[in-house]
């Protein structure tokens, strides 16, 4: 029996040559390839692939295993972008897709995630059946012996169609005619080209960091989170930038920086996103955010009388919603968002850009126009702690999210949400929640309230309630 291969919040994540294996990939395609094909019997699927280790031969070897099985696989000829996946997948009516990422995670990852015909996240009934194929497949030490069929693999570009789809849902006029002065950090992931490439195209000035290759992403995590983001803040600050854009290794996620550099979290960009399309397109229906994700939204929908749905963490929850054109935006506080009309599906460069349109819109810093939106709504302070545990605290962590919280440091639990982990609300609308990461041995310790002081208190207990036995 190989290694257990499980698909988390967003695919099979594992580390290259121990459990991300070649053999592995085999097994894992050879599973997806049997579940597509008891739906179809001559499917299409797209392959895709990031910038990590080996990735375009981790792909090829897809594009391989799939032929042997008289599938056609459509193989990008170079990395791409996980959101422009998504988009082929649905403008093309393929049958689904197959993508090497490990998204934002360290170098050392790399993964595969399996996108439906609809272009979305395979949903957990879906991925439980693939892994109880893959289950069946290395019970029986099933080899890739099977001669592949060339003919049946076919090399494409799917950027300009992606991009030439975005050009349409966002305003690059706007951003044009504004001459705002940006920069975008790359992270080395497959943003590259992308994101820069459609600011270029349509005479948007832009400064670029990290667009090469780099399978080390530099010695960071490809992830753009506030302190993945040293080299952007200083460019910014040496050349009187106003904005800058970041995308993360599949460029599904973003970050933003503020003028002068500062980080702007993507719990508070969500809300004051969902405000500018109600204002800007008098957009209207509802919006959803995961469980983990501030209720700042929630303030902005009621202002707006939008409806607030909430979801498990994992986009392909919210994915579900946007497919069925009830939400104007979906998004998750680890930077995941996408709107009506687009993909069901993370966009990173999507959210740069739309972002962009906002602050070149109103002709206002992020920081003020956040200090606006905190007027007519009240403040709203959410933060997050990652907790790396060992097995052994794993193991109690687990057993202590389980149990009947009635009391967190001397506050009285007012509601208990199990959707995903355990969120303990409180009566001052404060709240906090544990849950496992679902691709990385962590703990996430999420925390809001309406002041900083408080904040950080909550996230000290927080701490200490997750380590201490």
């Not at 981790?58 to 193989?75: D, H, K, M, Q, T």
């Not at 405000?275 to 202002?303: C, F, I, P, Q």
């Not at 986009?315 to 104007?328: M, N, P, S, T, V």
């Not at 930077?335 to 687009?342: D, E, L, N, T, V």
Request: glycine residues 10%; hydrophobic residues 40%; contains cysteine.
């Amino acid at each position: 029996m190989g290694a257990k291969i499980k698909f988390g919040t967003s695919g099979w994540r594992a580390i290259i040559a121990d459990e991300f294996t070649y053999a592995n990939v085999r097994i894992a395609t050879e599973a997806i390839g049997r579940f597509v094909q008891r739906r179809k019997p001559s499917p299409v699927l797209l392959v895709g692939y990031d910038t990590r280790f080996a990735s375009e031969h981790f792909g090829l070897e897809v594009a391989r295993v799939l032929s042997s099985r008289n599938i056609r696989a459509r193989l990008c000829s170079t990395a791409v972008p996980t959101p422009g996946v998504a988009f082929t997948v649905v403008n093309e009516k393929l049958d689904g897709a197959i993508n090497i990422t490990a998204s934002h995670n360290p170098g050392e990852y790399n993964g595969l995630k399996f996108s439906t015909s609809d272009g979305a996240p395979a949903l957990p009934d879906v991925t439980g059946e693939v892994e109880r194929e893959i289950e069946s497949l290395q019970a029986s030490n099933w080899l890739f012996t099977a001669p592949p069929d060339d003919s049946l693999i076919q090399r494409v570009d799917i950027g300009p169609a992606y991009l030439s789809d975005l050009a349409t849902k966002v305003d690059l006029k706007k951003i044009r005619d504004a001459g705002l002065k940006l920069a975008y950090d790359a992270l080395h992931g497959s943003g590259s080209g992308y994101l820069d490439g459609l600011l270029r195209d349509h005479s948007i000035p832009v400064m670029t960091l990290h667009t090469e290759r780099d399978v080390f992403f530099g010695g960071h995590h490809p992830e753009p989170a506030d302190e993945q983001l040293a080299d952007l803040k200083i460019v910014m600050r040496e050349n009187n930038l106003q904005l800058g854009l970041a995308t993360d290794g599949d460029a599904d996620r973003f970050g933003i920086l503020d003028e002068g550099g500062d980080f702007i979290y993507p719990n508070e960009l969500l809300a004051m996103l969902v405000d500018y399309l109600v204002e800007s397109r008098n957009w209207r229906g509802g919006v959803a955010r995961s469980v983990a994700t501030s209720h700042l939204m929630d303030r902005v929908a009621k202002l707006h009388g939008l409806e607030l749905l909430e979801t498990p963490v994992g986009f392909k929850y919210i994915g579900e919603y946007i497919k069925e054109g009830r939400i104007i935006l979906g998004g998750e506080e680890s930077a995941g968002m996408s709107i009506r009309g687009h993909v069901p599906e993370k966009d990173g460069i999507l959210a740069c850009l739309l972002i962009a349109e906002m602050v070149a819109s109103r002709g206002k810093s992020l920081k003020n126009q956040l200090s606006a939106l905190f007027s007519r709504v009240g403040a709203v302070y959410n933060r997050r702690l990652n907790i790396t545990l060992d097995p052994a605290i794993g193991a109690r962590v687990k057993e202590k999210i389980a149990s009947d919280v009635k009391d967190f440091h001397g506050r009285r639990v007012v509601q208990q949400n199990r959707m995903d982990g355990l969120k303990l609300l409180f009566d001052d609308g404060s709240w906090v929640l544990m849950r496992p990461s679902g691709t990385e041995p962590v703990v996430r310790f999420y925390a809001e309230s309406t002041t900083t002081s408080d904040l950080d208190t909550l996230l000290e207990h927080g701490r200490k309630w997750i380590t201490e036995t």
